[in-house]
């Protein structure tokens, strides 16, 4: 309990922490350790002539060396000291003593707040967000990013990866399904690293959506990075693999006979437009598909002329547009006639070729704005 100066007969006087250990502020820990033992003993009661004023000034001596051992309470304290605005004590004086003068300490003068320093936000995920929102929790803060950097947005016109990621996550959530795989696609495209195309979970987008050539072909295209017996390339090969085998379970192993045997057939072209070898499981089901459905042992390339429309359709769609001109390319020569004999086809062959050039057209505008936005130059 502080003692009411009217009523203390013993005279005393305002010191900073330092003072009373006799110490600098610039001292080290091991400086104001000694200061502090060298104080004690010297007004320790046995040694001091009023034992009264000998307790009372090892007292101070206590309550200062608590604050200054203490390194974060001694930066408080000397912020504080700077600022001229720290605590002092009563230190008691013996009868007699004249008070020393108050020690002048160098007043820091206020610097300007840096441009960095902003403690009115927060970061989450990349994006800076106002502390009131910050402190509501993550469902107000996802509410927050979504409202004033997500929602009226265009992924394709964005560059930065933290925004890409969100975005594509909050695509998922909403069930955009061309946004999110769209989204996912271009963060891999931006950020050539591996440890980017693992975490994207690019199969997962693929086989919730049903895109399964369609990834194929794009992590065909992302594997050309890495040379052909890297580990990179082995894990975008059995990605690859397991999207097709995904298609053939789906689409090849199941459905109406027709059905199958049409996408046995598109998925052996597909395979061979690839350049990717058909494996045992692929071949068997491509016959299986073809018995059921009364072909025979037919599980070849195409056979049917209208398969030839087809497949440069699933080509344009799979985002390989050169493949589709190049093989609608050769349907225009002739170098496939029984795709221009409208009896075969059931229809007029220039419609198709029509049709099919204005999809190619539609699927290059697409790529080549997409190559412009992220500041590379279309093929």
């Known amino acids: 309990m502080p003692i009411d100066p009217a009523l203390d007969p013993v005279p005393t006087e305002q010191r900073d922490f330092y003072a009373v250990l006799g110490a600098e502020p610039s001292a080290s820990a091991g400086e104001l350790r000694a200061a502090f033992r060298e104080s004690v003993l010297r007004h320790h009661p046995d040694r001091a002539a009023s034992s009264d004023l000998a307790t009372r000034r090892t007292s101070v001596l206590n309550r200062a060396?608590?604050?200054?051992?203490?390194?974060?309470?001694r930066l408080?304290?000397?912020?504080?000291?700077?600022?001229?605005?720290?605590?002092?004590?009563?230190?008691?004086?013996?009868?007699?003593?004249?008070?020393?003068?108050?020690?002048?300490?160098?007043?820091?003068?206020?610097?300007?707040?840096?441009?960095?320093h902003q403690p009115q936000w927060r970061n989450v995920a990349g994006f800076r967000v106002p502390v009131a929102v910050w402190m509501q929790g993550p469902s107000a803060q996802d509410r927050w990013i979504v409202e004033h950097h997500i929602a009226g947005q265009d992924w394709r016109t964005h560059r930065e990866r933290y925004w890409l990621r969100y975005a594509a996550q909050h695509y998922?959530?909403?069930?955009?399904?061309?946004?999110?795989?769209?989204?996912?696609?271009?963060?891999?495209?931006?950020?050539?690293?591996?440890?980017?195309?693992?975490?994207?979970?690019?199969?997962?987008?693929?086989?919730?959506?049903?895109m399964y050539l369609r990834g194929a072909s794009f992590l065909q295209r992302v594997g050309e990075r890495w040379p052909a017996e890297s580990v990179q390339r082995r894990w975008t090969d059995r990605e690859l693999r397991i999207l097709l085998g995904e298609f053939r379970d789906a689409q090849v192993r199941r459905g109406r006979a027709a059905?199958?045997?049409?996408?046995?057939?598109?998925?052996?072209?597909?395979?061979?437009?690839?350049?990717?070898?058909?494996?045992?499981?692929?071949?068997?089901a491509a016959i299986a598909a073809h018995r059921r459905a009364g072909h025979g042992g037919r599980?070849?390339?195409?056979?049917?002329?209208?398969?030839?429309?087809?497949?440069?359709?699933?080509?344009?769609?799979?985002?390989?547009?050169?493949?589709?001109?190049?093989?609608?390319?050769?349907?225009?020569?002739?170098?496939?006639?029984?795709?221009?004999n409208s009896r075969l086809i059931h229809g007029d062959p220039a419609r198709r070729l029509s049709a099919a050039r204005r999809r190619?057209?539609?699927a290059r505008t697409r790529k080549h704005q997409l190559v412009s936005a992220a500041g590379g130059v279309a093929s």
């Open 172 to 210: 998922r959530d909403r069930n955009r399904i061309d946004d999110w795989v769209g989204a996912i696609e271009r963060l891999v495209e931006l950020d050539s690293s591996f440890d980017t195309l693992v975490q994207a979970n690019l199969r997962e987008a693929y086989l919730a959506t049903g």
């Open 299 to 340: 599980a070849s390339p195409v056979v049917e002329p209208g398969r030839w429309f087809s497949l440069v359709q699933l080509l344009t769609e799979a985002g390989e547009t050169d493949r589709a001109s190049a093989l609608l390319a050769e349907i225009a020569r002739g170098e496939h006639p029984e795709a221009l």
């Open 360 to 362: 190619l057209t539609l």
């Open 65 to 73: 060396w608590a604050v200054l051992r203490d390194p974060l309470r």
């Open 76 to 116: 408080h304290y000397d912020r504080a000291l700077e600022r001229g605005t720290a605590a002092t004590l009563d230190w008691p004086l013996d009868a007699g003593e004249r008070p020393i003068a108050p020690t002048q300490r160098p007043r820091v003068a206020a610097v300007a707040p840096s441009r960095w």
């Open 259 to 284: 059905d199958r045997a049409e996408n046995a057939e598109l998925l052996l072209n597909f395979l061979e437009a690839l350049g990717v070898e058909p494996s045992i499981a692929d071949v068997r």
